[in-house]
């Protein structure tokens, strides 16, 4: 039985705690299923022998400083999400977007980091950590400043682009300085404990600091509170960092990162233009055949590649798929589970932004102490086992929101299940990226564990464009109705029904996903035990 140490999943536009998967997670796995992550991330560091410390007391302070801007850094990643959830109403208010586009505050971001992601580790390669990690910060404190001050929804959807695209640079760049600074068996999973902590903790401060910059300030503190982050981190960096120059010259296969953000893009554009002008219009049949192109030239510039940013082997086997695909759905339905309880709070409720981020506390409250208590020695699971449980769970919550009226009792009609959730949102994910990379070849960890999270962002991004196309169609149906007519509450209840049922179907879904791997994999352990067997005949 081999012990797999896996690394943090990279983090961003999701609530932080779910990408940052790892928190030193100890899993056991048999067979060609065995990897220890850790082994392959010091491969990793000797290839970079420039940021290897030395072992004397200077340089371990500086070890820890280092894990400290890094921290800065990914707790910016985090915050840039989960504030903007509790604050998107007043955004949405202020600046006068269409209820249809509301949800590019959160695509706009999500998109370029999942597309760009996998180019991002590529980037960091080339030019080196510590460089692109700084000029990475700077440019996302910049875009930050953009949003802050931006006078228009378009203006502000292009700055959270930015920002997507810069945080597809920091997110590998913090990962990789954390892998290749603490190789000390003793040191690491420390470091990563640590990191994970801080995304962990990070996604519940941001639904406060959400409120409570919304609430005592204006929303655009959302975005201008990164900015003087921004600086510190970067000046830091430039201060505490060891310098590297890149360790080669990696292919950046820019066709295949372009066709793919374009074509995630045309998705999430087909279902906004079906949201406000029908499933069966012009714009949304165009923006979706633009898609599938893309998507399709994606597919096409992979496979011939001599260095493709998603091997095909990558996701060859059946079991990373199902994981893959269970990922992604799990990902857009508890993502956009907070962009419509948070209208449900401030609309319904009448809750303003700040009572709104507390609302939210026991979701991350759970999230922390499951994942916290689901990898102590005495839970025997295994994390497959974990995960299925977690999928159940997590499909019974939403199914009990989905029944959600107007000035429901909170304690017991939504606090209730959102625990629920955040118990079944921990348990489903927070083992996954050990479960993806068991029995991945060490030069393949790094993609794999990166693809994991560029499918969290997609997943973001999709469901809640998707998801946002359903609630207004589905409320404009409600109003169609001659009995219903001007009953806005209702029709937003309503809305928000049919779109918590989705939500449970793509959790369900995500369970028979995630069933279907755990069969393959006792089905190859089974396998290989026989063959063990007749060859010890």
Same mark, same amino acid.
């Given at each position: 039985m081999a012990k797999v140490q896996g690394a943090p999943r +990279?983090?961003?536009?999701t609530f932080g705690c779910l990408h940052s998967k790892s928190m030193a997670w100890k899993s056991q796995f &048999?067979?060609?299923?065995?990897?220890?992550?850790?082994?392959?991330?010091?491969?990793?560091? &000797?290839?970079?022998?420039? &940021?290897v410390l030395p072992a004397t007391d200077d340089s371990a302070r500086r070890k820890w400083w280092a894990l400290a801007v890094v921290g800065i850094a990914q707790l910016m990643i985090v915050l840039d999400l989960a504030v903007v959830f509790v604050a998107l109403p007043s955004i949405q208010r202020s600046l006068g977007i269409a209820t249809a586009d509301r949800q590019w505050v959160i695509s706009a971001y999500a998109i370029p980091f999942g597309g760009l992601l996998l180019l991002g580790g590529r980037l960091v390669d080339g030019f080196g950590r510590k460089r692109t990690f700084v000029w990475a910060m700077i440019a996302f404190g910049a875009a930050s400043a953009l949003g802050g001050a931006a006078p228009s929804g378009g203006l502000l959807f292009a700055a959270r682009a930015i920002q997507g695209s810069m945080a597809a640079v920091v997110a590998p760049a913090i990962l990789s300085l954390v892998s290749v600074t603490f190789t000390e068996r003793t040191e690491r999973p420390k470091a990563f404990a640590i990191y994970g902590m801080i995304a962990a903790s990070g996604a519940? *401060?941001? +639904?406060?600091?959400?409120?409570? *910059?919304?609430?005592y300030a204006s929303w655009r503190w959302c975005f201008l509170i990164n900015v003087p982050l921004a600086i510190v981190a970067a000046s830091a960096a430039a201060v505490v960092l060891r310098s590297d120059t890149g360790s080669r010259r990696p292919s950046y296969d820019i066709a295949g990162s372009v066709t793919a953000t374009l074509g995630l893009v045309g998705l999430a554009q087909g279902f906004t233009s079906a949201g406000s002008a029908g499933w069966r219009s012009t714009s949304a049949l165009a923006a979706f055949a633009i898609a599938i192109v893309m998507l399709g030239c994606f597919a096409v510039i992979e496979s011939r590649s001599r260095s493709p940013l998603l091997p095909p082997r990558v996701v060859a086997e059946f079991h990373r798929a199902m994981l893959y695909l269970a990922g992604f759905l799990a990902d857009a339905a508890q993502l956009s589970m907070f962009l419509f309880l948070t209208y449900y709070f401030?609309?319904?409720?009448?809750?303003?932004? *700040?009572?709104?981020?507390?609302?939210?506390l026991p979701f991350a409250l759970a999230v922390i102490l499951t994942a916290f208590l689901s990898g102590r020695p005495f839970v025997r699971a295994s994390p497959l086992s974990l995960m299925l449980t977690g999928a159940a769970l997590s499909t019974l919550a939403l199914l009990a929101l989905s029944t959600l009226g107007a000035h429901e009792p909170y304690v017991t009609r939504v606090m209730l299940p959102e625990i629920v959730m955040g118990m079944g949102v921990a348990l489903s994910l927070v083992p996954m990226n050990n479960v993806v990379l068991a029995g991945i070849s060490p030069q393949d960890a790094g993609v794999a564990s990166a693809a994991l999270s560029a499918t969290g962002q997609m997943g973001a991004s999709m469901g809640s464009a998707l998801l946002n196309s359903v609630f207004v169609t589905s409320v404009a149906g409600? +109003?169609?109705?001659?009995?219903?007519?001007?009953? *806005?509450?209702?029709?937003?209840?309503?809305?928000?029904?049919?779109?918590?049922?989705?939500?449970?179907?793509?959790?369900?879904?995500?369970f028979g996903l995630i069933a279907l791997a755990a069969w393959h994999v006792r089905r190859s352990a089974g396998q290989r035990s026989g063959r063990g067997q007749d060859a010890g005949r």
């Amino acid at each position: 039985m081999a012990k797999v140490q896996g690394a943090p999943r +990279l983090t961003g536009a999701t609530f932080g705690c779910l990408h940052s998967k790892s928190m030193a997670w100890k899993s056991q796995f &048999q067979g060609r299923f065995s990897v220890n992550t850790t082994e392959n991330f010091a491969d990793d560091s &000797q290839n970079s022998p420039a &940021q290897v410390l030395p072992a004397t007391d200077d340089s371990a302070r500086r070890k820890w400083w280092a894990l400290a801007v890094v921290g800065i850094a990914q707790l910016m990643i985090v915050l840039d999400l989960a504030v903007v959830f509790v604050a998107l109403p007043s955004i949405q208010r202020s600046l006068g977007i269409a209820t249809a586009d509301r949800q590019w505050v959160i695509s706009a971001y999500a998109i370029p980091f999942g597309g760009l992601l996998l180019l991002g580790g590529r980037l960091v390669d080339g030019f080196g950590r510590k460089r692109t990690f700084v000029w990475a910060m700077i440019a996302f404190g910049a875009a930050s400043a953009l949003g802050g001050a931006a006078p228009s929804g378009g203006l502000l959807f292009a700055a959270r682009a930015i920002q997507g695209s810069m945080a597809a640079v920091v997110a590998p760049a913090i990962l990789s300085l954390v892998s290749v600074t603490f190789t000390e068996r003793t040191e690491r999973p420390k470091a990563f404990a640590i990191y994970g902590m801080i995304a962990a903790s990070g996604a519940a *401060l941001g +639904l406060i600091l959400g409120g409570l *910059l919304t609430h005592y300030a204006s929303w655009r503190w959302c975005f201008l509170i990164n900015v003087p982050l921004a600086i510190v981190a970067a000046s830091a960096a430039a201060v505490v960092l060891r310098s590297d120059t890149g360790s080669r010259r990696p292919s950046y296969d820019i066709a295949g990162s372009v066709t793919a953000t374009l074509g995630l893009v045309g998705l999430a554009q087909g279902f906004t233009s079906a949201g406000s002008a029908g499933w069966r219009s012009t714009s949304a049949l165009a923006a979706f055949a633009i898609a599938i192109v893309m998507l399709g030239c994606f597919a096409v510039i992979e496979s011939r590649s001599r260095s493709p940013l998603l091997p095909p082997r990558v996701v060859a086997e059946f079991h990373r798929a199902m994981l893959y695909l269970a990922g992604f759905l799990a990902d857009a339905a508890q993502l956009s589970m907070f962009l419509f309880l948070t209208y449900y709070f401030q609309v319904a409720d009448g809750y303003n932004a *700040l009572r709104t981020g507390f609302a939210f506390l026991p979701f991350a409250l759970a999230v922390i102490l499951t994942a916290f208590l689901s990898g102590r020695p005495f839970v025997r699971a295994s994390p497959l086992s974990l995960m299925l449980t977690g999928a159940a769970l997590s499909t019974l919550a939403l199914l009990a929101l989905s029944t959600l009226g107007a000035h429901e009792p909170y304690v017991t009609r939504v606090m209730l299940p959102e625990i629920v959730m955040g118990m079944g949102v921990a348990l489903s994910l927070v083992p996954m990226n050990n479960v993806v990379l068991a029995g991945i070849s060490p030069q393949d960890a790094g993609v794999a564990s990166a693809a994991l999270s560029a499918t969290g962002q997609m997943g973001a991004s999709m469901g809640s464009a998707l998801l946002n196309s359903v609630f207004v169609t589905s409320v404009a149906g409600y +109003l169609a109705i001659s009995i219903h007519h001007g009953d *806005l509450t209702g029709a937003s209840a309503y809305g928000n029904d049919i779109v918590f049922r989705c939500e449970a179907g793509m959790y369900a879904t995500a369970f028979g996903l995630i069933a279907l791997a755990a069969w393959h994999v006792r089905r190859s352990a089974g396998q290989r035990s026989g063959r063990g067997q007749d060859a010890g005949r």
